[in-house]
């Protein structure tokens, strides 16, 4: 019986370590997959979309828009106080191209995604490599901006990661 019994231990733990694994596989692939649609809406330049894929801090989140169209209003608003801003962050996401997102490296409810794009503007085309820090909220993993309660500094952190350093 004893034996019997050690058996079983042995065959639920190797089950549980199994499910255990899956989880993990999971949830590093969603993750990549929810890095990859950031990048997407990005290069689209799709800003009602974004508030779909962008989670701020939660003092931040008060103050959000419910709405993804009011969200994507204050933001092009935003980004139009500066036409230079305006103009440099249209060229820099219009010349996005070849997006690639390596393996995520899950920790609890955060993950790193290793990804990289070619950025080509007037002629001169690099590589970058960076990470997209996702954050998994609701069983739904999106662009981690929570590292500040100021919504620019954030959003200025998190595309520095994800873009990263060129690399020729």
């Given amino acids: 019986m004893k034996k019997a019994i050690t058996i079983l231990s042995l065959i639920l733990t190797l089950a549980f370590a199994a499910n255990a694994q899956k989880t993990a596989n999971t949830d590093a692939a969603d ?12 290069q689209k330049q799709d800003w009602a979309g974004l508030f779909y894929v962008v989670s701020f801090s939660p003092a931040v989140q008060k103050l959000m828009p419910g709405d993804p169209s009011e969200f994507a209003r204050q933001f092009v608003n935003g980004l139009n106080e500066n036409p230079e801003d305006a103009a440099a962050t249209r060229k820099l996401f219009d010349g996005m191209s070849e997006i690639r997102v390596g ?14 794009c070619r950025i080509t503007i007037e002629g001169n085309s690099l590589v970058f490599n960076g990470t997209a820090n996702m954050i998994k909220l609701g069983g739904v993993w999106r662009w981690d901006m929570t590292s500040s309660d100021d919504p620019a500094a954030a959003t200025e952190t998190a595309l520095n990661a994800l873009l990263g350093m060129p690399m020729n």
């Fill in 103 to 116: 393996t995520a490296v899950v920790t609890g409810n955060k993950a790193a995604v290793p990804a990289s």
């Fill in 31 to 42: 993750a990549a997959a929810a890095a990859l649609k950031v990048y997407q809406t990005l």
